[in-house]
């Protein structure tokens, strides 16, 4: 939980989910003070930007000094110095822009972050899950879904995080997400068979949403010299620094791929609603109950849902053999925002496509979703693609 001291002028709705999950919102110092009293737990107070910067400051003074492990986030519609040294004098810990959302969900993570440590709780070293995003057709959204999904899951619902571009010869999250070209997966192979969690992380570049991202190669020279093997010792070391390891995978059953669904534990399969596509995502699931992965492992996402061009959902399903659990509708939106180097969880949190998205990072926490087609079609024999017996 949080509390948020909401006396803006504007809408906060953004403002409030920027920040996270099970937000209370106040509208004076005296209600703060009350709920305060009432969490004694509570790590984390915001303080939007229309309040009354000497009161803020005062608050923050007083809280340093009765919960110094509750951190306060000061929001600011302009920052300059002089803000921010009377601000960290007052024990401030972080000062962000009203309009920078990603920086405010990185800032009350970070402060999350900091009460833990000094509550003495620190998170047990244990193995992350691993999420793969493929689909066997490119055009289908899966790199947009694989971003989206891994901001969400590091900004929106808390947990640490790391987006890993596996689609070696063809990789664009570093150009989608405005991430410099190097350091690459390929600055690895020195280190393979002696792999650490050190020798990991000077390969990472941080995102500003509070997400960590491993990048694709940049020459093909590169990408042949990578193994599956390396491919599995680093997935290893990631699940033991992350809580969600999530893998934007190519459209191909490579070694380097199949070492990662080896090791994943669930599997986002990625279609449109298109004949080409749907019978390409019937044959990989084909394909993934030949190697054993289990079907409560697959979430199946229809990306572009609304744009069914003549197809009924309940055929998707049946032509399938499997339910979608997911439906993201087209919008251009999303562009836009991909254009900016901005996902669209962060740019427009309340958009339908955001919410689709969302909805499926809380999936992988195994929070309560609403799952499309609830019935099962596995056992019926019409559809498009049903192959003979």
Not at 122 to 131: F, R, W
Not at 155 to 170: C, G, M, N, S
Request: proline share 5%; charged share 20%; aromatic share 4%.
């Amino acid at each position: 939980m949080a509390l948020f001291l909401d006396t803006s002028r504007g809408d906060s709705d953004a403002t409030a989910y920027a920040i996270g999950d099970d937000v209370v919102r106040v509208a004076s110092a005296h209600l703060l003070n009350r709920a305060v009293e009432d969490n004694p737990g509570e790590a984390l107070v915001v303080i939007d930007a229309d309040y009354d910067l000497a009161g803020a400051l005062a608050i923050a003074s007083d809280y340093r000094i009765r919960r110094p492990s509750l951190g306060v986030v000061l929001l600011r519609r302009r920052i300059d110095v002089a803000l921010i040294a009377q601000a960290l004098q007052a024990g401030v810990r972080e000062v962000v822009t009203v309009d920078d959302l990603p920086a405010i969900a990185a800032a009350c993570k970070r402060s999350r972050e900091v009460s833990a440590r000094q509550l003495g709780i620190t998170p047990s070293i244990g193995q992350g899950q691993i999420v793969t995003v493929f689909s066997s057709k490119g055009g289908c959204g899966k790199t947009t879904i694989a971003i989206n999904l891994a901001v969400a899951l590091s900004a929106v619902e808390r947990r640490k995080t790391i987006l890993v571009d596996l689609d070696l010869q063809f990789g664009d999250v570093g150009i989608s997400l405005g991430l410099p070209s190097t350091p690459t997966i390929a600055d690895a192979l020195p280190m393979q068979g002696q792999l650490d969690a050190i020798g990991v992380a000077s390969l990472i570049h941080p995102h500003g949403s509070g997400l960590d991202c491993l990048l694709a190669p940049m020459t093909p020279e590169e990408v042949e010299s990578i193994p599956g093997a390396l491919v599995t010792e680093m997935l290893q070391v990631l699940r033991t620094e992350y809580d969600y390891v999530v893998i934007d995978s190519p459209p191909a059953f490579t070694d380097t791929v199949l070492a990662a669904l080896d090791l994943s534990d669930t599997y986002v399969l990625v279609t449109t609603p298109d004949i080409p596509a749907l019978k390409n995502l019937r044959i990989t699931l084909d394909t993934f109950d030949e190697l054993g992965y289990p079907r409560s492992a697959w979430q199946l996402v229809l990306n572009r849902g609304d744009e069914m061009n003549g197809l009924e959902s309940g055929d998707i399903e049946t032509a399938l053999g499997a339910n979608v659990h997911i439906v993201i509708p087209q919008s251009s939106d999303v562009s836009r925002a991909g254009n900016r180097g901005v996902p669209i969880v962060t740019d427009n949190p309340r958009h339908p496509v955001a919410l689709a998205l969302q909805k499926l990072a809380s999936m992988q926490r195994g929070l309560d979703a609403e799952r499309v087609g609830a019935v099962d079609v596995r056992q019926r024999k019409t559809g498009l693609f049903r192959r003979g017996k």
